[in-house]
């Protein structure tokens, strides 16, 4: 990650901040695979992220699409049945869970589990509800700004103005 920064950002508008991020995370990939160059955003994680390790790997999503995930999980349906279990719990409480409260239930998935395959870094990382942890590659931004042909140029600055607007 040489000549990336991180940083903690803040939004008022969860499902604003989502769209706006997947726009110019979109705009600086087509960017880059024309022109060369890295990703800009090497990384977003919420406040609410959640990562389950399977036997292919680990899975990341929010708290709120566990129904989504559940069909890509490779674990045993008992262990899978577990983990829905909490996440109904967590999803009936969404409009007062905290980042506190996300921390308790994944320590009791994995307590029940028998074995620590839930993993939740917003705790470990400080963020709050309304708050992302964003990685950005310095590098290849700059990169990008000074390859980006006229006709592309409009778009690079609009990415880059909205990713500024949270910083």
Excluded: C
Aim: charged share 30%; aromatic share 14%; net charge negative.
């Amino acid at each position: 990650m040489r000549g990336s920064v991180s940083r903690i950002v803040r939004f008022d508008n969860e499902e604003e901040f989502i769209d706006e991020m997947q726009a110019v995370f979109d705009v600086f990939s087509e960017l880059s695979s024309r022109y060369g160059g890295g990703d800009v955003i090497e990384g977003i994680i919420l406040w609410d992220t959640i990562g389950i390790q399977d036997d292919e790997g680990i899975k990341i999503f929010r708290v709120g699409e566990f129904q989504m995930v559940r069909g890509s999980l490779n674990l045993p349906v008992e262990k899978i049945f577990t983990l829905e279990r909490f996440f109904d719990e967590m999803e009936s409480k969404w409009d007062e869970l905290s980042v506190e409260d996300i921390k308790y239930f994944v320590d009791l998935m994995n307590e029940s589990l028998g074995e620590e395959r839930v993993y939740y870094d917003a705790y470990d990382l400080g963020l709050e509800r309304g708050e992302a942890y964003i990685v950005i590659n310095l590098r290849s931004l700059q990169y990008l700004d000074h390859v980006v042909d006229v006709e592309d140029r409009d778009a690079f600055e609009w990415a880059l103005s909205t990713l500024m607007k949270y910083i």
